[in-house]
């Protein structure tokens, strides 16, 4: 059964860098789907950041995608997250998931349990 | 516009059926897929692609569609149902949510 665990800071300054790493286990990341990032702000809703496959093509928000890098480190079965210039807008649990995709749609699923980055100035 | 518009809240008996929907203009050609999050709780996939379940959904949950518009089902609803929804679709190589659906069993 996959399972997918966020981690890394759970403060950033603002201005500064985010950057967090999300570990699956159960399932081989290079085997097939894309693996995401979605951010949910304390009390709001869900707002997809990007995806990535297991050969590095990318997917990004557009209205994030200035600030945003995902990358993916096979040989540890991780992917990651870097958010540039991050201010208080950027406080969120952030949530890594995978990628089932077909017939023209991508879906999230599972989810990780989520991580609380709090941008502090 | 790329926006999917769900109702801020929905209010439903046990028992009854909960019907949630998500209209979006890019919607009509797209399947949408939904999820449920409990308070404090990561989302959970309840509705893919032209209305497939995942494992372990329960029967009660349906989707459907009629023009630009997505619909979740909720048959027979449980108080356990209580939870917020999102609809979500993918169009133009980028995931869209919703804003999201509070569902309240009385």
């Known amino acids: 059964q996959v399972q997918l665990q966020e981690s890394g800071p759970g403060l950033v300054t603002s201005s500064e860098t985010l950057s967090l790493t999300c570990t699956v286990s159960?399932?081989?990341?290079?085997?097939?789907?894309?693996w995401g990032w979605i951010r949910q702000p304390p009390g709001k809703g869900l707002e997809w950041i990007g995806s990535?496959?297991?050969?590095?093509?990318?997917?990004?928000n557009p209205s994030l995608k200035s600030r945003v890098t995902i990358s993916v480190d096979t040989s540890k079965n991780q992917f990651s997250l870097k958010l540039i210039y991050v201010t208080a807008a950027d406080t969120a649990v952030y949530y890594c998931a995978r990628v089932p995709f077909g017939r023209g749609q991508h879906w999230f699923d599972p989810w990780g349990q989520g991580t609380l980055v709090t941008v502090s100035s | 516009s790329d926006e999917l518009t769900q109702p801020p809240s929905v209010s439903v008996y046990p028992g009854q059926t909960a019907s949630i929907t998500c209209s979006g203009d890019?919607?009509?050609?797209?399947?949408a897929c939904w999820y449920h999050q409990k308070p404090g709780q990561s989302p959970v996939l309840v509705i893919y692609q032209d209305g497939k379940r995942p494992s372990g959904i329960p029967e009660r949950f349906s989707g459907s569609y009629s023009g630009n518009t997505a619909t979740l089902t909720i048959s027979g609803t449980q108080a356990m149902d209580e939870a917020d929804y999102y609809c979500?679709?993918?169009?133009?190589?980028?995931?869209?949510f919703g804003g999201g659906t509070k569902l309240t069993v009385l």
């Open positions: 890019k919607l009509g050609n797209k399947y």
């Open positions: 990535i496959y297991h050969t590095a093509s990318t997917y990004y």
């Open positions: 979500q679709a993918w169009d133009s190589s980028t995931a869209v």
């Open positions: 159960g399932y081989f990341i290079t085997s097939g789907y894309y």
